[in-house]
């Protein structure tokens, strides 16, 4: 049985057909692959674009920290002028009367509790107020971790389906290299 011209171009062209269509399927994978290998970068630029943000929030909680500390120290300053003068009037009406000086003394002694007592007040609260930070510092450093370890998540899961893509790909591709084999 011999076939005709007409039949042996006709099989001419089906495989040039199945062969043409053959590289399209791998440079398919290829694409698919590179467009998965893109959006991971495009990812990990996102997080590293996050971090450097958080960072430079961190920079800007530091420096407000540190104008607070310059306000502070400058209302201390302010507060030792004060209390200076206000020294300085008591040693020239101590010089004047001293009777009047002991009555002012005692003034002053209740004063000074006051602002004693009103300064560790406000010592406690700035020590509060740091307790916070460093708890505001420990839930950053908790998010960091968190956020670590879900992106480790992903790349396993990306990993395990690039596994399964390939072995899903050598398996379709036995398929059809057998089709083509076993079709005369």
């Known amino acids: 049985m011999s076939l005709a011209a007409e039949d042996i171009d006709q099989i001419e062209k089906i495989v040039e057909r199945i062969i043409d269509r053959r590289p399209e399927v791998e440079n398919a994978n290829v694409r698919y692959e590179i467009d998965l290998r893109e959006r991971t970068i495009r990812v990990e630029e996102e997080l590293k674009h996050q971090r450097e943000l958080m960072m430079e929030g961190f920079k800007r909680l530091d420096e407000r920290l540190e104008l607070n500390q310059l306000e502070t120290n400058k209302r201390f300053e302010l507060m030792q002028a004060q209390m200076d003068k206000r020294f300085e009037q008591v040693d020239k009406r ?20 006051e602002m004693l007592i009103q300064m560790n007040k406000r010592f406690e609260q700035v020590d509060k107020r ?7 510092f420990e839930q950053v450093d908790k998010r960091f971790e968190e956020q670590h370890k879900e992106i ?9 389906l690039m596994r399964w893509g390939f072995g899903a ?9 057998a089709i083509l084999r076993l079709t005369p």
């Open 94 to 113: 101590f010089e004047s009367i001293q009777t009047q000086m002991d009555k002012r003394f005692e003034q002053v002694d209740k004063r000074f509790e």
């Open 130 to 136: 740091l307790e916070q930070v460093d708890r505001r």
């Open 152 to 160: 480790m998540g992903i790349h396993q899961e990306i990993k395990l």
């Open 169 to 177: 790909l050598i398996g379709l591709g036995g398929l059809v290299v």
